[in-house]
């Protein structure tokens, strides 16, 4: 840890790389912590990195090599570490990995696509916050044959149940397939199962979605299950789009 900010422990264990801030926390709870010689059981004590040595059983906690991960999430899969139900996770698929890392962000089990993985918090509070806006572009299978205008609609954004408006980047016919159309709905939001949600309030569902990209970066040819590490390119790429994003929307605010 070489900068001096100021943080809690839990945190400070997270953002070295090791684990997540529930993995910190259950690490400090039983003691396997010490912050400048002595054990201490609190998460929330505050620690300033630079100042401050912690150890994590007995070795002073440094920060781990940051990875960055490109997974295709199968259908079907959770997103999250465990499941009391025994269904799969993403963390299935990362066999001989031999590192923590953490979803950016999530997918719901019935959606397929592009995850970003990573043991690098501030990257991944870069991608999600809402402030960086980074567009998210995804293919949805409608149950029906859409009009021009109902398009427009969702294209100009559109209230959904409980009162909540969406208010997509973009939304754009990909092709009428048989009895199906199939879009293109790019979101700067991040709000819970929103696709199918505006698919619903215009009277459809959505039978298949996929997230095809996250800001400039796209699937390519991955395939369901499969993994690989950003390259630099790809890495500084969506931080461009983060960092473009941040900027627009602040200015928008003044």
Not at 107 to 134: I, R
Request: hydrophobic residues 35%; glycine residues 10%; contains cysteine.
């Amino acid at each position: 840890m070489a900068s001096k900010s100021v943080m809690t422990l839990d945190r400070a264990l997270s953002r070295s790389g090791w684990g997540s801030r529930t993995a910190a926390r259950e690490a400090i709870a039983t003691g396997r912590v010490k912050v400048n010689g002595r054990v201490v059981r609190d998460p929330e004590r505050w620690v300033r990195s630079g100042l401050d040595k912690v150890c994590l059983d007995d070795r002073k906690l440094k920060p781990s090599p940051k990875i960055y991960l490109a997974f295709y999430k199968p259908k079907g899969v959770i997103t999250s570490h465990g499941d009391p139900g025994a269904r799969k996770t993403v963390y299935d698929f990362l066999g001989g990995l031999g590192r923590w890392v953490a979803p950016v962000g999530r997918l719901d089990k019935d959606t397929s696509g592009l995850l970003l993985m990573t043991n690098d918090t501030e990257f991944a509070d870069d991608v999600t916050s809402p402030n960086s806006g980074v567009v998210k572009t995804y293919w949805a299978k409608i149950n029906g044959l859409l009009s021009d205008e109902t398009i427009a609609h969702l294209a100009q954004g559109i209230e959904m149940k409980r009162g909540d408006w969406a208010h997509p980047s973009s939304v754009r016919r990909l092709e009428d397939r048989g009895k199906y159309t199939w879009l293109e709905i790019a979101l700067d939001e991040g709000k819970n199962r929103e696709v199918r949600r505006m698919i619903e309030a215009v009277g459809f569902k959505v039978l298949k979605l996929v997230r095809t990209r996250i800001g400039g970066f796209a699937l390519g040819a991955m395939t369901p299950g499969q993994w690989r590490e950003l390259t630099s390119d790809e890495l500084a790429l969506i931080r461009r789009d983060a960092r473009k994003r941040a900027g627009q929307m602040s200015g928008n605010a003044r």
